[in-house]
Nanobody, 122 residues
Framework: QVQLVESGGGLVQAGDSLILSCAAS????????MGWFRQAPGKEREFVAR????????DYADFVKGRFTISRDNAKNTMYLQMNSLKPEDTAVYYC???????????????WGQGTQVTVSS
């Protein structure tokens, strides 16, 4: 079992940057593919980025390509999301999740964090 805790959210202005972290407990973190999702008020949860358990392969939603970077440090049981050039439409609760499958579908993820709020003002 994997327990996930996100941190790093906050209130920023458009164009600013943030780094989200996802700390995992459990010795099996390195065997899971990891993902970031987000949910804005009144909207469904959507895929943001994912990274293979090796850390070699990554994938991004079109709306964050070139602005966000996902990474992980298996030695530290931590995953990151570097967010640059933030826009007001990036405002959402950001969740990290762990999956044994390689997927951009939230239903494929077995474990979820509690989320961290990111608010981008214009």
């Amino acid at each position: 079992q994997v327990q996930l805790v996100e941190s790093g959210g906050g209130l920023v202005q458009a164009g600013d940057s943030l780094i989200l972290s996802c700390a995992a407990s459990g010795r099996t973190f390195s065997s899971y593919n990891m993902g970031w999702f987000r949910q804005a008020p009144g909207k469904e949860r959507e895929f943001v980025a994912r990274i293979r358990w090796t850390g070699i392969r990554t994938d991004y939603a079109d709306f964050v390509k070139g602005r966000f970077t996902i990474s992980r440090d298996n030695a530290k049981n931590t995953m990151y999301l570097q967010m640059n050039s933030l826009k007001p439409e990036d405002t959402a609760v950001y969740y990290c999740a762990a999956a044994q499958l390689w997927s951009d579908i939230s239903g494929a993820y077995n474990y979820w964090g509690q989320g961290t709020q990111v608010t981008v003002s214009s």
